[in-house]
């Protein structure tokens, strides 16, 4: 674990350009996950997806987004510097409204395998239930280490698939987390 690590919630005031200036989304992703009729099927299927600064200010402008529905963003900090962020929208849906959708969950390249993501992932979920908050809907990118990482902390195909959060990401993989598990 290292040292030095805060988490805190971000506000309107932090939504700035520079935010993710240090922030590096960069993950080579060799296996994915994909569906094959009704079955998940882990295929050598490689790319990469790094940021560039465009990509980070959109980002950015989508976390002023959450912010702005009642949602949260939660950041982790290395003193100063940004290396880790997970937000949620606060508009419920589903058949009985019982999601929100956990639209970013990334810890940044360097950092990754040390327990920050495992932490993070259970602040903001803690943040979710005190909102009243049932269960977060994830889109999640079908990398290999990212639907093991979802998996491990509790998360489990998602009961009910919503199209319109499928059909902006038709690849990735539609997950759910039952937020009641937190005591």
């Known amino acids: ?4 690590i805060c988490i805190n ?3 309107l005031n932090d939504c700035k350009p520079e935010l ?3 922030f590096d989304r960069y993950q080579e992703a060799r296996r994915n996950w994909r569906k094959q009729g009704e079955q998940w099927v882990l295929c050598d299927d490689s790319y990469t997806e790094n940021w560039d600064d465009e990509k980070k200010k959109e980002v950015v402008k989508n976390l002023v987004s959450c912010i702005n529905s009642n949602g949260c963003v939660l950041g982790v900090y290395l003193q100063d510097k940004l290396i880790g962020f997970a937000s949620f929208h606060g508009n419920h849906f589903g058949s009985n409204h019982q999601y929100v959708e956990l639209n970013y ?13 495992k932490r993070l992932f259970s602040e903001i979920c803690e943040k979710a239930r005190r909102q009243g908050i049932k ?3 994830i889109s999640a990118n079908p990398a290999e280490d990212s639907i093991a990482f979802y998996r491990k902390v509790g998360c489990t195909d998602a009961g009910e698939i919503i199209q319109a959060i499928q059909s902006h990401a038709p690849f990735d993989c539609q997950l759910e987390y039952d937020l009641s598990h937190i005591k």
């Not at 969950?105 to 993501?117: A, D, E, K, Y």
């Open 9 to 11: 919630e971000i506000g």
């Open 20 to 22: 993710l200036t240090y």
């Open 1 to 4: 674990m290292i040292d030095n």
């Open 135 to 137: 269960k977060l809907y």
């Open 105 to 117: 969950m990334h810890i940044s390249n360097g950092f990754r395998g040390q327990g920050l993501g």
